[in-house]
């Protein structure tokens, strides 16, 4: 219920931010081009909706199972013993998430609100933009837990069957 519900907010996030940084695109073309004066906003909007877009776009693919992977174990050892490796996989990937995006945004997030840095262009304070960065972290944790959860459910219920 709760995944369902992260998923469908994530696809619709994922649609808007994409949309803005096409018409901040298409707004910046048009108006260098055609009327000869750049916005001067459309720069930083475009940089910080692919910023936001990469990021929302990661913590979705790690949802859909999407996401980069690289095969160094064969496959038969693999078919052996998926559910260790596959929970091995996602606690690697939860602590990446946790030490790296939570903990690590936290402190970018926590750095820029001191300095009370802001966007050039915008003045949007940098904290806000970053801010997708422990929160993405966040859901990438949540869906890699959930995922071991599953599959440790899924195995326990198969064992009860047989």
């Not at 970018?108 to 929160?135: E, R």
Request: glycine share 4%; net charge positive.
């Amino acid at each position: 219920m709760i995944r369902k519900i992260i998923d469908t907010s994530l696809e619709k996030f994922l649609v808007l931010i994409l949309s803005i940084m096409l018409l901040a695109v298409v707004w910046q073309i048009f108006s260098r081009y055609v009327f000869n004066i750049p916005s001067t906003v459309t720069d930083e909007l475009a940089s910080f909706s692919l910023i936001w877009l990469g990021l929302f776009g990661s913590a979705y693919a790690t949802g859909k199972k999407l996401h980069l992977s690289i095969d160094l174990i064969p496959n038969k050892i693999l078919v052996k013993y998926p559910l260790f490796f596959n929970g091995i996989i996602n606690l690697l990937i939860c602590f990446f998430a946790f030490s790296v995006m939570v903990i690590g945004g936290f402190r970018l997030c926590w750095l820029t609100y001191v300095l009370d840095q802001k966007s050039a262009a915008l003045q949007v304070p940098l904290c806000i933009v970053y801010s997708s960065i422990p929160v993405n972290g966040f859901i990438i944790m949540y869906y890699t837990l959930n995922e071991i959860l599953t599959a440790t459910q899924l195995k326990k219920d198969q064992d009860d069957f047989n």
